[in-house]
């Protein structure tokens, strides 16, 4: 645990030296794409440093828009990678599943999640680093529409890198030190997002079973 912690806190001291280069928005699109499908790469903390560098004047060649745009593109190809990891392992899985129960009501379980909570939970799952890999994992397992998976994985890859850029062009060399406070006010957003829509989905699903007068 320990020996993981300091290549991560050594990864993040690289990427702040180098985040001044032309350069750092293709790695900020490959640990986009890594982190999609191995959770333990800091995608957050690589858009927050070059949000932060964009934010410097004479710190980085590039503006904001294309820190986005390269954490946007990472992640969406990642969660796709991850949902054809998904999708190709399908027919194993459910051959398990016919031979164990606990498989079958587990691929059932995340099947009926998907359905009821639609595409809003790709929002919020993209916000809760794990939560996004085994989303978009059960995705393809229980072979969602791909088009329909497209569509809100782009929708909320962008809402994700926007959020994760600005934060760090915003408040600027406040967060350069600080990847955890930076960590925390994500994670808090999307516990917050995902409260929002179970307590509208709660109150729609409720008025549904009212009968007319």
Partial sequence: MLAASGVINSLTDWLDRVSGNWWFLAVILVIALLDSVIPVVPSETTVIIGGVAASSAGVAPYSIAFVIIAGAVGAFIGDNLSYQIGRRASGFVERRAAKKESTAKKLHWAAEQIEERGGLLLITARFIPGGRTVLTLSSGL???PQRWFMGWVGV??????????????????????????????????????????????????????????
């Avoid at 516990?191 to 929002?196: E, S």
């Fill in 156 to 213: 909320a890859t962008i809402i994700w890198a926007s959020y994760a850029g600005i934060l760090g062009y915003a408040f600027g060399t406040k967060f350069e030190d600080d990847h955890t406070t930076a960590f925390l006010l994500a994670f808090g957003a999307a516990l917050a997002v995902t409260a929002l829509i179970e307590l509208v989905r709660f109150v729609n699903k409720k008025r549904s079973f009212r009968p007319n007068p």
């Fill in 142 to 144: 229980t072979q969602q």
